[in-house]
C-alpha cells in the first residue's frame, strides 16, 4: 500500500481521489489553498515542502498548469513517484530539468493520456498496428464544446481556461487529440507542423477559441487536429485514412466504423461503455509501472514531444 498526496483537489483532483479509493488505496493526502471547502473526512495537509513530501510515496498533480512543473519538481526532489495531469504544462521552463531529475532518481512518472485507454481508441491503436487498413494517409481529430456549459457552477471567466496566466486557451485543453495523433501513429518525427489559432467569439477569454493544427510527419502521414471552445453540443471525432479504407470513431456512440468501397460497417463497439473506466485503467497501469519498477508509455519526456509542438506556434517556451 502506497502513502499518496494528491496535490490540487478541484473535478479531476476528487477523480483521481474517488478511483485511488476504488482501487483500495487508503493512504491518501490532499493539499489544496482552498481545502477548507474539503469534506472533514478527507485527510488534508495545510502546506508542502520537501520535508513533507517525503513522507510520501507517489505524487498525483491536479493544480493549474502554470503550477505543475514547480510542484512536480518539488515532489520528485522528495523521491516521490509522479502522475502529472495533463497537460504537462503552459510552456517548457524547468521541463528538461525535471526530466533529467526522474532519470537520476529513478523516479517512475506519467503524464495522463486516459484517452489512451478507452477501449475504441486501443482497438484503432491495434488495428492500425496490425497494419490491417494498409499505408496510413491520415490521422484526424475534431473536438469542441461550449466553454461556458463546461462546468455549470462556475463562471467561465474565472476558469483556467479563460486566462493566460493559468495555461489555458483551447489548444492545451485539446492536448488530448495531439497526443492521440502522435500515438497512433507511433511518434514518427514531424517535417513540418503549423497551427493556426484565434479568438473568434464574443466569450469573454483572454485566449484563443478556436485553432486547427497540421502535422506532416516523416514517414508521409499527415495529421490534424481541430478544436474550439464554441459548438453547443459536445463533439469528438477521429477519422484514420488508409490505403484500405478509413475507420471513424465518435465519442457519442463509442463505436469504431469501417468505410471504404465495399462496406460501411460497425467493426467494434464499447458496450456498456462507462466513461469513468478509462480514468481507472490508466491509474492501474500507472500502479503497476511503480509496482515493476517500469518506464511509462508516457512519460515526461514523451509528452514533453507533444507539449513543444502545441507551444510552438504560440511563440511559448
Known amino acids: 500500500m502506497s502513502k499518496i498526496i494528491i496535490i490540487g483537489f478541484g473535478s479531476i483532483g476528487k477523480r483521481h ?9 487508503k493512504d491518501i493526502s490532499i493539499y489544496d489553498p482552498y481545502q477548507k471547502n474539503i469534506e472533514k473526512r478527507i485527510k488534508t495537509i495545510e502546506k508542502i515542502n520537501v520535508s513533507i513530501l517525503q513522507k510520501f510515496d507517489i505524487a498525483f498533480i491536479c493544480n493549474p498548469n502554470n503550477h505543475h512543473i514547480s510542484t512536480a519538481t518539488l515532489s520528485v526532489k522528495a523521491g516521490c513517484h509522479l502522475f502529472i495531469e495533463k497537460p504537462l ?3 517548457l521552463r524547468g521541463v528538461k530539468n525535471l526530466s533529467q531529475i526522474c532519470q537520476r532518481k529513478k523516479i517512475i512518472n506519467m503524464i495522463a493520456c486516459n484517452m489512451r485507454f478507452n477501449p475504441c481508441l486501443k482497438f484503432i491503436k491495434k488495428y492500425l498496428s496490425d497494419k490491417k487498413l494498409g499505408k496510413i494517409y491520415g490521422i484526424h481529430f475534431d473536438t469542441g464544446y461550449y466553454l461556458p456549459f463546461w462546468r455549470p457552477n462556475q463562471d467561465y471567466r ?7 496566466s493559468t495555461g489555458g486557451g483551447m489548444i492545451l485543453d485539446g492536448i488530448h487529440s495531439f497526443d492521440l495523433v502522435f ?3 507511433n511518434f514518427a518525427p514531424v517535417k513540418k507542423s503549423n497551427i493556426i489559432f484565434d479568438k473568434t467569439s464574443n466569450l469573454k477569454i483572454e485566449t484563443e477559441d478556436n485553432f486547427i493544427a497540421a502535422f506532416n510527419f516523416k514517414n508521409k502521414t499527415l495529421g490534424s487536429v481541430r478544436g474550439d471552445y464554441l459548438q453547443k453540443s459536445y463533439s469528438w471525432t477521429c477519422k484514420i485514412v488508409g490505403e484500405k479504407g478509413n475507420l471513424t470513431w465518435d465519442i457519442k456512440e463509442n ?9 460501411s ?3 467494434f463497439s464499447a458496450k456498456k461503455f462507462n466513461p469513468n473506466n478509462p480514468y481507472l485503467d490508466e491509474i492501474k497501469y500507472f500502479l503497476k509501472c511503480i509496482k515493476e519498477k517500469n518506464s511509462t508509455f508516457n512519460d515526461i519526456e514523451k509528452a514533453s514531444t507533444v507539449l513543444k509542438y502545441c507551444l510552438k506556434n504560440k511563440n511559448i517556451s
Do not use: D
Not at 469504431?256 to 465495399?262: A, C, P, R, T
Open 255 to 263: 463505436s469504431v466504423w469501417l468505410h471504404n468501397e465495399k462496406i
Open 89 to 91: 504544462s503552459h510552456s
Open 183 to 185: 500515438w497512433l501513429n
Open 17 to 25: 481521489y474517488n478511483n485511488l479509493k476504488k482501487l483500495g488505496q
Open 265 to 267: 460497417k460497425k467493426i
Open 158 to 164: 474565472k476558469n483556467y481556461a479563460a486566462k493566460k
